[in-house]
């Protein structure tokens, strides 16, 4: 079983929200870094917004000024506000973490996590 569980995805049209959320399955997360990334049809799974502990946040632009990555510690919860949802949004969305990442950033790219859910799928109809 994957360590992450995300929930929050679904169906939506265009301009419209959701909230992913990301919890630990098991014992809570003590590491410095997580994520979220998505995977689109026919692309690779890219990164689309990080957060480290101490609350710094990078985004690729794609998606700046419409979706915000933030954590919860009093419920050991990730989340994911998407708001003004376009239909390139449409991807299967993953929650990742790492314990010590060196670069907790949407460049440092998949291979910087070792932790991940095992996904939701969010669906945008224009």
């Known amino acids: 079983q994957e360590p992450l569980v995300e929930s929050g995805g679904g169906s939506v049209q265009s301009g419209g929200s959701l909230r992913l959320s990301c919890a630990p399955r098991g014992l809570p997360f003590t590491g410095n870094c997580m994520g979220w990334f998505r995977e689109g049809p026919k692309k690779g799974r890219v990164a689309v917004a990080t957060?480290?502990?101490?609350?710094?946040?990078t985004y690729i632009e794609a998606v700046k000024g419409r979706f915000t990555i933030s954590q919860d510690y009093s419920n050991n919860t990730l989340y994911l506000q998407m708001n003004n949802l376009k239909p390139e949004d449409t991807a299967r969305y993953y929650c990742?973490?790492?314990?010590?990442?060196?670069?907790?950033?949407?460049?440092?790219?998949?291979?910087?996590?070792?932790?991940w859910g095992q996904g939701t799928q969010v669906t945008v109809s224009s």
């Open positions: 990742a973490a790492e314990e010590l990442a060196p670069r907790c950033m949407v460049s440092a790219g998949t291979a910087a996590f070792g932790y």
């Open positions: 957060i480290d502990s101490d609350g710094y946040t």
